[in-house]
């Protein structure tokens, strides 16, 4: 060990950072694979209607989690073990991976901030679609798939209706939300708002936990450029 003084500190408080980092990807892929196996969002985005199936943005988003997370964990064993070896190579090359996570993940938030209201929406309009097909008094040949459509939405959201719903709507409120008399549905919450609550949930989950693993990452980089200048520097480095 040839690190002394507040340099010996920063190495102890680098793997500190690195280990904490670490934890943080294994959280990040546990909270991944949980939002992928949600029963809410996975009996909902499994649907097909009209041979399309349900939109998959939602799926897209947690496996890159999945793969960050994995990733994270990775790149934290590095930080960890280059910390403890006092390795300028292992360093450097943590320090090189840290910050191509850091700027895939402000692309990523950037990204998401922008489309943030695209999953919910997609789904709202997959929804009105069966919603549209559903009620239509021509009995189409797609009305009994847009009803079991329905039944799926109004069971798992615990909803009934977009809100908005039609005279004919409320006639046929008994086949399409089998649960609710018709005094429930006056009381019910609409499938629209039901849609952007359950997903906006989700996003500020991972919205914090991105603030959360930037922060550090932050720390990690500076410490990191410290501790190897510090190496550098020191009587046994030559």
Same mark, same amino acid.
């Given at each position: 060990m040839v690190v002394a003084g507040?340099?010996?500190?920063?190495?102890?408080?680098?793997? /500190?950072?690195?280990?904490?980092?670490?934890?943080?990807?294994?959280?990040i892929l546990g909270v991944a694979l949980w939002l992928r196996h949600d029963s809410k969002t996975s009996n909902l985005l499994i649907l097909q209607f009209e041979g399309q199936q349900a939109p998959s943005t939602f799926y897209i988003s947690v496996y890159i989690l999945i793969a960050v997370g994995a990733v994270m964990m990775l790149v934290g064993f590095l930080g960890c073990y280059g910390?403890?070896?006092? @390795?300028?190579?292992?360093?450097?090359?943590?320090?090189? /991976?840290?910050?191509?996570?850091?700027? &895939?993940?402000? =692309?990523? =938030?950037?990204? #998401? /901030?922008?489309?943030?209201d695209t999953i919910s929406k997609e789904l709202i309009n997959f929804y009105d679609s069966a919603y549209i097909k559903a009620v239509d008094v021509s009995g189409t040949p797609s009305k009994d798939a847009a009803i079991k459509v329905l039944e799926?939405?109004?069971?798992?959201?615990? &909803? &009934? #209706?977009?809100?908005?719903?039609?005279?004919?709507?409320?006639?046929?409120? #008994?086949?399409?939300?089998?649960?609710? @008399?018709?005094?429930? /549905?006056l009381k019910s919450q609409s499938c629209h708002d039901k849609l952007i609550e359950l997903f906006s949930e989700k996003l500020y989950l991972i919205g914090l936990a991105a603030l959360v693993v930037a922060v550090i990452m932050i720390f990690e980089m500076i410490f990191t450029m410290v501790l190897c200048c510090g190496i550098r520097n020191s009587p046994g480095v030559y």
């Open positions: 507040c340099t010996k500190c920063i190495k102890y408080m680098l793997f /500190f950072f690195n280990f904490i980092f670490w934890l943080a990807g294994g959280v910390a403890i070896q006092e @390795s300028q190579c292992l360093l450097g090359t943590f320090f090189f /991976f840290l910050v191509i996570l850091f700027a &895939c993940e402000v =692309a990523a =938030a950037m990204w #998401g /901030f922008m489309n943030r799926v939405f109004h069971t798992t959201l615990d &909803c &009934c #209706g977009k809100g908005d719903d039609t005279a004919l709507f409320k006639q046929v409120v #008994g086949t399409l939300c089998p649960r609710k @008399s018709p005094e429930d /549905f």
